[in-house]
């Protein structure tokens, strides 16, 4: 039996798109393994969402249990090595996500299984299951080839696929609750939801956005310049966030927000994944780096590799005379 | 508060080329520069926020080469008092487990209440070292932080989820927490603090200073193999603006004009 388990995540009531997209993968190599892709549910009060997850064709499991209304890394650890001790799945995949890395590791190590972390594709060949992960700033692929294992633990990087299309109707089925203790040592409190700024850059139709390649926050004004001259916000990469050039709130990623205005204009930002999953859905993207291996310019319209101090106090003098 | 800091030597490839040996699985980093991993710079600020708000000592931990002292003197020189740094290259390095492990068997035995390390390091990308160390050490965790409260006996940590949502979590000590870019300003080394850093102590150790059998760490305890290292192809429909700088610009803007986008 080689059964892929995969652990659909959700939060507020809502499933995260990681979920589906690990079905892109989980049902291939499951076949390839021998068996089929099964979906995971633990949280508390989890009937719609199992019947949504149960739309992709898939067989899913629901532990439910009012324990487990809100994420809690020390009790997705019990049940996890319980079920892994029940249900032998030869792979257990999660979310590469802010539940999937604080849990898995520690898994990992509890039961002494290998872990590929931060997975971007998977494959079975010849008997070996394989990860293949990002590193060096997206620069460099790797390949890891698990050794023989009980089951394989591996955290799948979100947005690396696309998520199928809904399919024939699955089945669900309810388990028993394996771990019903509370936990003494870790507490869920509450939700904080970030603070709002002056700009909602959700709402923008254009943004200038900036990186690590400014250097310093006294080089602001030229790319403020810019902004005032064709009326967009200003937002940035994480890296600007952190350096406190903008505010919190203008950063674009999966720790910031989303956007989708018609023209970002990137600069002096490398492309971390994190930061192109908040800014793939620009309508035109510009990029101007220096680095002509900067992975930006994968999702770029218009390109330009050179030195952002050089070209953009032109770009704003000539926008300024078009006008 | 007895707090240890793991900080790991990282390249920058954020602006270099990178490429990959011929044995298929090292990259030639001879002209990368290196520094302290990102986000161990701001667990450095952490730690020694938490020694100027509750007292107490900080212990640097790292793991790499003779060249990374730099930059352990330099977590010295911002505040920690002293440093243990872990040379051995039985330990496979590749895997996150083995790593955590090591860490942890040069932990083990000395009392603290926190322990702090990056989430991510910038080379591998794991986030998982942190999370496996935990358990290894069979200690409370939390990961992503952007936000710790010591309170009595327990911490009050933020942790950062997607979307710029926060979690806020409580933890008993003793209590290992990964943290996150940007919960800080991490300060200069203070000329002064260069100089006394000078005089702290370092001491480098080895597996067997540990205690540790390299056995239960190398290459053959890992449960992965690091078969190959490959540079993705770069799919770029883009169109790319050759010329001068002025040039680009100019033809940029007339792009951006003529298309209606601004
Ligand atoms: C859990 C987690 C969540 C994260 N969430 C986000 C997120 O939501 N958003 C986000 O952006 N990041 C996020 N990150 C961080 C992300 O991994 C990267 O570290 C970050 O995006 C890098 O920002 P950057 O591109 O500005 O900097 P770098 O990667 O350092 O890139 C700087 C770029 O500037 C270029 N450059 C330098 N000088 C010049 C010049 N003079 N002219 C032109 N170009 C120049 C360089 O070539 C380089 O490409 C997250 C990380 C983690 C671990
Ligand atoms: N060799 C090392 N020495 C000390 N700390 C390390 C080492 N490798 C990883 N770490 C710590 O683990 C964190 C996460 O690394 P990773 O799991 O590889 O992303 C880093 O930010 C460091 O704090």
């Keep these: 039996m080689g059964n892929v388990l995969v652990l659909a995540e959700h939060r507020q009531g809502e499933l995260r798109d990681v979920s589906f997209e690990m079905l892109a993968v989980a049902p291939a190599i499951a076949k390839d393994m021998g068996g089929e892709a099964v979906v995971l549910l633990v949280g508390s009060g989890m009937d719609d969402l199992a019947k949504k997850m149960a739309g992709y064709g898939v067989k899913v499991l629901v532990v439910d249990d009012p324990n487990f209304e809100n994420f809690n890394a020390e009790k997705y650890q019990k049940v996890l090595s319980a079920l892994i001790d029940d249900l032998k799945p030869a792979v257990l995949m999660t979310g590469h996500t802010a539940q999937g890395v604080d849990f898995m590791p520690a898994l990992a190590v509890e039961k002494n299984l290998p872990l590929a972390a931060d997975t971007i594709g998977l494959a079975y060949e010849d008997g070996t299951l394989k990860a293949t992960r990002s590193m060096y700033s997206g620069k460099v692929n790797a390949v890891m080839a698990f050794k023989p294992a009980e089951t394989y633990l591996v955290t799948f990087r979100e947005g690396a696929v696309e998520a199928p299309e809904a399919a024939a109707e699955g089945s669900v089925e309810k388990l028993d609750n394996p771990f019903t203790d509370d936990v003494p040592y870790r507490k869920f409190v509450e939700y904080v939801e970030a603070e709002v700024g002056d700009v909602d850059i959700t709402q923008s139709d254009i943004l200038v956005a900036i990186g690590r390649g400014l250097k310093e926050d006294k080089n602001l004004p030229v790319v403020e310049e810019l902004a005032a001259a064709i009326k967009a916000d200003l937002a940035g990469s994480r890296a600007a966030t952190d350096a406190g050039w903008i505010p919190h709130d203008r950063q674009v990623g999966t720790s910031g927000k989303a956007v989708k205005p018609k023209l970002y204009i990137a600069m002096g930002i490398s492309g971390a994944f994190q930061h192109l999953a908040g800014m793939k859905g620009a309508k035109t993207i510009v990029a101007i780096n220096k680095d002509p291996e900067a992975p930006i310019f994968t999702v770029a319209d218009y390109a330009i590799v050179d030195d952002l101090f050089k070209v953009v106090p032109k770009l704003t003098e000539k926008l300024k005379e078009l006008k | ?262």
Aim: charged share 30%; aromatic share 4%; proline share 4%.
């Design chain 2, 1 to 262: 508060m007895k707090t240890l800091v793991c900080i790991k030597y990282v390249p920058d490839t954020s602006e270099a080329e990178v490429k990959v040996n011929p044995d298929g699985i090292t990259v030639d980093d001879s002209r990368f520069s290196f520094d302290i991993n990102d986000a161990d710079n701001y667990a450095v600020e952490e730690s020694v926020l938490l020694k100027e708000a509750h007292g107490g000592e900080v212990t640097v931990l790292s793991m790499g080469p003779k060249k990374s002292e730099v930059m352990i003197r330099m977590a010295l020189a911002k505040g920690c008092d002293k440093a243990v740094r872990v040379e051995d290259d039985r330990v496979a390095g590749h895997d996150p487990l083995m790593v955590a492990k090591t860490l942890a068997g040069a932990i083990k035995g000395q009392e603290f209440d926190l322990v702090l390390t990056g989430c991510m390091a910038s080379d591998d990308w794991h986030m998982s070292t942190g999370v496996a160390l935990a358990e290894e050490l069979g200690v409370n965790h939390a990961s992503m932080v952007n936000y710790v409260e010591v309170m009595d006996g327990k911490v009050k940590v933020h942790r950062e989820l997607e979307g710029g949502l926060l979690e806020a979590v409580e933890l008993e000590l003793p209590a290992v927490l990964t943290i996150q870019t940007g919960i800080n300003e991490p300060r200069y080394a203070p000329i002064r603090g260069i100089r006394q850093a000078q005089k702290k102590e370092l001491n480098v150790v080895s597996l067997d200073d540990l205690g540790i059998d390299p056995e239960t760490v190398g290459m053959d305890a890992s449960q992965v193999v690091l078969e190959k290292l490959y540079i993705p192809e770069v799919e770029s429909t883009a169109e790319f603006i050759e010329g001068e700088p002025e040039e680009k610009a100019e033809k940029l803007a007339s792009i951006l004009q003529k298309g209606g986008l601004v």
